[in-house]
């Protein structure tokens, strides 16, 4: 779903935000185990991408400038490069992620998104979590959404429920 007012921080022009995917789950894990999944390479690449797709190459930095990097590869061999930094990282409860810069804070080139991942425990050893893809324009918006943002987050998210129950 397009989420335009919900909770959206304002541009310096006061114009709420206006291209964001949200996606919420509640996983059956306390958030300890969510976060230990994004950060830990091994464990990310077991569920970070929608099924037969796969993860290889991850390098997880979890601090405010560090890596995240991993390689996307498709059903046919192809592969797909992702290279960002985390710009916040709040243990066990916030990963703020983006491709526009890299580790040394400077431009990466043309920025698709920010991704949001937010655990918020909901008392009974679950986590609410919610992932929101911010992007600059409504076209890499529509693009994400194209690409299939909701399906796949949505089944890596059903991935990443499944994955902590064993750890």
Not at 12 to 21: C, E, N, P, Q, Y
Not at 25 to 49: G, M, N
Not at 88 to 93: D, I
Not at 101 to 124: C, N, Q, S, Y
Request: aromatic share 10%; proline share 8%; hydrophobic share 40%.
């Amino acid at each position: 779903m397009a989420n335009g007012t919900d909770n959206n921080p304002c541009d310096t022009d006061g114009v709420a935000h206006t291209f964001d995917l949200v996606l919420e789950r509640v996983i059956d894990a306390p958030p300890e185990k969510v976060f230990k999944a994004y950060t830990d390479p091994a464990i990310l690449s077991q569920w970070f991408a929608p099924k037969p797709w796969s993860i290889t190459d991850a390098v997880v930095e979890p601090r405010a400038g560090g890596r995240f990097n991993f390689v996307m590869h498709g059903p046919d061999g192809e592969g797909f490069p992702n290279t960002g930094i985390f710009l916040e990282v709040v243990e066990n409860r916030r990963l703020i992620s983006t491709d526009a810069l890299t580790p040394d804070w400077k431009p990466a080139g043309a920025p698709f998104m920010v991704a949001r991942i937010e655990l918020e425990p909901t008392g009974d050893g679950k986590t609410k979590y919610t992932a929101t893809a911010s992007h600059w324009n409504a076209e890499s918006m529509k693009q994400h959404e194209q690409m299939g943002f909701h399906e796949g987050w949505g089944q890596v998210a059903d991935q990443l429920n499944e994955l902590v129950k064993t750890l």
